[in-house]
Antibody, heavy 116, light 109 residues
Framework: EVQLVESGGGLVQPGGSLRLSCAAS????????MHWVRQGPGKGLVWVSR????????GYADSVKGRFTISRDNAKNTLYLQMRSLRAEDTAVYYC?????????WGQGTLVTVSS | QSALTQPRSVSGSPGQSVAISCTGT?????????VSWYRQHPGKAPKLMIY???KRPSGVPDRFSGSKSGNTASLTISGLQAEDEADYYC?????????FGGGTKLTVL
């Protein structure tokens, strides 16, 4: 059974940093491009970042470029999102999801709250 | 990286059909056959309903269908059921990035 489990969310002050993790199981992790998608309170889904199966190719939404870094450890079957210079507008539930013909599996999400 | 345009809300009675549109540009919806649709119930993670414009994942009923014409994609739900009441999001590959629509709230009357 495919499972994606996010962790690392929490309350952080503006300007602070946080690292999210997504533990994957039930599939060959290195064979799939992975993404982070976020959803602000009461708002829609917003794509954040992607990384190729081998980690060599990454992409970012303009709103996070230069502040967020996506990475993966295929030996640990884990996806990461390093977030720096956090702003109030980064407050959201962050989902990890895999590409397998659309975003076919999603985690349950982890809440990041940026507030003083 | 502008969001795709969806109607804010649609509604229909049980058994009826509804269609949700998703309008983008030639750089996203019109440029690739990689449009997908997601259903999200309150407090839950999104669920893939359609991918690659018109393909249904295993387990998704054939009441759900997708299509595309030019820069506009559509999701059609036939035989509406109470469980279909949810938010629906379209999504398109756009080369260097991916973009979602703003979401459509489907109300089953």
């Amino acid at each position: 059974e495919v499972q994606l489990v996010e962790s690392g969310g929490g309350l952080v002050q503006p300007g602070g940093s946080l690292r999210l993790s997504c533990a994957a199981s039930g599939f060959t992790f290195s064979s799939h491009r992975m993404h982070w998608v976020r959803q602000g309170p009461g708002k829609g889904l917003v794509w954040v970042s992607r990384i190729s199966g081998d980690g060599s190719d990454t992409g970012y939404a303009d709103s996070v470029k230069g502040r967020f870094t996506i990475s993966r450890d295929n030996a640990k079957n884990t996806l990461y999102l390093q977030m720096r210079s956090l702003r109030a507008e980064d407050t959201a539930v962050y989902y990890c999801t895999r590409t397998g013909g659309g975003f076919d599996y999603w985690g349950q999400g982890t809440l990041v709250t940026v507030s003083s | 990286q502008s969001a795709l345009t969806q109607p804010r809300s649609v509604s229909g009675s049980p058994g009826q059909s509804v269609a949700i549109s998703c309008t983008g540009t030639s750089s996203d919806v019109g440029g690739y056959n990689y449009v997908s649709w997601y259903r999200q119930h309150p407090g839950k993670a999104p669920k893939l309903m359609i991918y690659d414009v018109n393909k249904r994942p295993s387990g998704v009923p054939d009441r759900f269908s997708g299509s595309k014409s030019g820069n506009t994609a559509s999701l059609t739900i036939s035989g509406l059921q109470a469980e279909d009441e949810a938010d629906y999001y379209c999504c398109s590959y756009a080369g260097t990035y991916t973009v979602f629509g703003g979401g459509t709230k489907l109300t089953v009357l």
